[in-house]
T-cell receptor, first 116, second 110 residues
Framework: SAVISQKPSRDICQRGTSLTIQCQVD?????MFWYRQQPGQSLTLIAT?????????ESGFVIDKFPISRPNLTFSTLTVSNMSPEDSSIYLC?????????????FGAGSRLTVL | DAKTTQPPSMDCAEGRAANLPCNHS???????VYWYRQIHSQGPQYIIH???NNETNEMASLIITEDRKSSTLILPHATLRDTAVYYC???????????FGQGTILTVHP
């Protein structure tokens, strides 16, 4: 199955700053998904990123706060803008697993952000 | 909201079968049951999924009741490495949009 690499694996950030998380996949994929996992909580889908088009955001998430880039079929970035302590979370990217069902996803290890 | 109900935690002895239940009484005819797990500090890992027939793979077995209102994930010989949060997810139409509930924390002890 595909290998997903996320950078950074963890970071400590100051309030009001922005951080960009990178997701690199070792194969070409049409769709990539960004999830958030707040402390002690389950995962929530932030947006779907398709190459060549604007990302599609879920309810409660907006492009100004979480801009996403998808410059090619193996790479995507998620930026967390103007961070506050409430943005402290694990951010994970995922892709559909080739040859499997629509919702069989492979996840990266996640990027753990702590905002002070 | 998640469409599934799972016990918050379960224990299992190493080497024994772990049977994790999930209720999904409002499941629709075209919705699949998916199981994922998340080991501490890792991303979720897909385990198995099914529509109405029982399924088995190298990781686990999935037993779905005839009315499809509940299912059980079976880890036949649990090991300490199986300690994780196990998520039962019902979905069928939203590509890539998995609705994770709180899951079951499975602790496998020696």
């Amino acid at each position: 199955s595909a290998v997903i690499s996320q950078k950074p694996s963890r970071d400590i950030c100051q309030r009001g700053t922005s951080l960009t998380i990178q997701c690199q996949v070792d194969s070409q994929v049409t769709m990539m998904f960004w999830y958030r996992q707040q402390p002690g909580q389950s995962l929530t889908l932030i947006a779907t990123a398709n190459q060549g088009s604007e990302a599609t955001y879920e309810s409660g998430f907006v492009i100004d706060k979480f801009p996403i880039s998808r410059p090619n079929l193996t790479f995507s970035t998620l930026t967390v803008s103007n961070m506050s302590p409430e943005d402290s979370s694990i951010y994970l990217c995922s892709i559909p697993t080739v040859g499997s069902g629509a919702n069989v996803l492979t996840f990266g290890a996640g990027s753990r952000l702590t905002v002070l | 909201d998640a469409k599934t109900t799972q016990p918050p935690s379960m224990d299992c002895a190493e080497g024994r079968a772990a049977n994790l239940p999930c209720n999904h009484s409002t499941i629709s005819g075209n919705e699949y049951v998916y199981w994922y797990r998340q080991i501490h500090s890792q991303g979720p890992q897909y385990i198995i999924h099914g529509l109405k027939n029982n399924e088995t793979n190298e990781m686990a077995s999935l037993i779905i009741t005839e009315d499809r209102k509940s299912s059980t994930l079976i880890l036949p010989h649990a090991t300490l490495r199986d300690t994780a949060v196990y998520y039962c997810i019902v979905d069928g139409t939203s590509y890539g949009k998995l609705t994770f509930g709180q899951g079951t924390i499975l602790t496998v002890h020696p």
